[in-house]
Nanobody
Framework: VQLQASGGGLVQSGGSLRLSCTTSGFTFSDYAIAWFRQAPGKEREGVSCISSSISERAGATNYADSVKGRFTISRDNAKKTVYLQMNSLKPEDTAVYYC??????????????????????WGKGTQVTVSS
């Protein structure tokens, strides 16, 4: 199982970045994917998630209040990749961003709580730095 976040970088406040989470080693379409972030000295927090194809609400999305209206999550099952489009970035968005996967099944969409994601299904992060 491999997940790899990429696309981070340095951007000015108000700018945009698109993160990618590329995966391998598991049936991608059966898994919900979530983005998390962790800033120095802070706990890991959920940013967004998207449900799997086997969910009764396939493709459903959730967002943290802090990013609603600015970030958009999407997935391409053919490419086994999830994207996080981040617009109107703020300095407080500065963090290492991680993606994680979990097979929730039919009745659950996805979660932005990190406890729901098994340790084997986390990728290495990508740094996002937003300057003021």
């Amino acid at each position: 199982v491999q997940l790899q976040a990429s696309g981070g970088g340095l951007v000015q406040s108000g700018g945009s970045l698109r993160l990618s989470c590329t995966t391998s080693g598991f049936t991608f379409s059966d898994y919900a994917i979530a983005w998390f972030r962790q800033a120095p000295g802070k706990e890991r927090e959920g940013v967004s998630c998207i449900s799997s194809s086997i969910s009764e609400r396939a493709g459903a999305t959730n967002y943290a209040d802090s990013v609603k209206g600015r970030f958009t999550i999407s997935r391409d099952n053919a490419k086994k990749t999830v994207y996080l489009q981040m617009n109107s970035l703020k300095p407080e968005d500065t963090a290492v961003y991680y993606c994680a996967a979990e097979r929730f099944g039919y009745t659950m969409t996805c979660s932005t709580h990190p406890v729901y994601y098994g340790t084997d299904y986390w990728g290495k992060g990508t740094q996002v730095t937003v300057s003021s």
